[in-house]
């Protein structure tokens, strides 16, 4: 069994099947997708190899999550400009800036959280305290790809002719 701190090892056999050495059970994608919501570290080997495959398990969830009626959260043109950056010099700086960017992201949200826990239940006035951390999100949101464009055009001093 793992230490408190290091992750949980996940094994993939060659039948697809997903083994948690943690708890010594069969699991699935969805099993997967439950311990991150969670903040369960855990990395996914081949059960043959040894070879680490967490990038690709976690890529498979994604695909699966977003293949679900109402569950899309990448909006195509975010997936053409994801793929546009492949092979590109920016590729190196997206993960780093997607990375920085959920954290934050991550922080408003849970700030957002709080302030609706606190106006649930309340008058219809505290309910209207609501619009205020939306537009903080939304700004946020804004700042981010405004700081992402600008990363941007260092990297391409001379824009396309269009």
């Given at each position: 069994?793992?230490?408190?701190?290091?992750?949980?090892?996940?094994?993939?056999?060659?039948?697809?099947?997903?083994?948690?050495?943690?708890?010594?059970?069969?699991?699935?994608?969805?099993?997967?997708?439950?311990?991150?919501?969670?903040?369960?570290?855990?990395?996914?080997?081949?059960?043959?190899t040894?070879?680490?495959?967490?990038?690709?398990?976690?890529?498979?969830?994604?695909?699966?999550?977003?293949?679900?009626e109402?569950?899309?959260?990448l909006?195509?043109?975010?997936?053409?400009?994801?793929?546009?950056?492949?092979?590109?010099?920016?590729?190196?700086?997206?993960?780093?800036?997607?990375?920085?960017?959920?954290?934050?992201?991550?922080?408003?949200?849970?700030?957002?959280?709080?302030?609706?826990?606190?106006?649930?239940?309340?008058?219809?006035?505290?309910?209207?305290?609501?619009?205020?951390?939306?537009?903080?999100?939304?700004?946020?949101?804004?700042?981010?790809?405004?700081?992402?464009?600008?990363?941007?055009?260092?990297?391409?001093?001379?824009?396309?002719?269009?």
């Amino acid at each position: 069994m793992a230490a408190k701190d290091e992750p949980i090892i996940i094994k993939k056999y060659a039948n697809r099947r997903l083994y948690n050495t943690g708890t010594s059970t069969y699991v699935t994608l969805e099993d997967l997708a439950e311990m991150v919501k969670k903040g369960v570290e855990f990395t996914v080997q081949d059960a043959k190899t040894g070879d680490d495959i967490t990038h690709p398990v976690l890529t498979q969830i994604i695909f699966e999550l977003e293949n679900k009626e109402g569950q899309n959260m990448l909006p195509i043109p975010f997936l053409r400009q994801l793929i546009a950056f492949y092979g590109d010099q920016m590729q190196m700086i997206v993960p780093s800036f997607l990375e920085q960017s959920m954290i934050a992201f991550s922080k408003e949200q849970e700030r957002f959280r709080e302030q609706m826990k606190g106006a649930l239940g309340k008058s219809p006035l505290d309910m209207m305290k609501i619009a205020t951390p939306i537009k903080a999100l939304e700004e946020q949101t804004r700042r981010n790809m405004e700081m992402f464009q600008n990363a941007m055009r260092l990297f391409t001093p001379f824009p396309p002719a269009g």
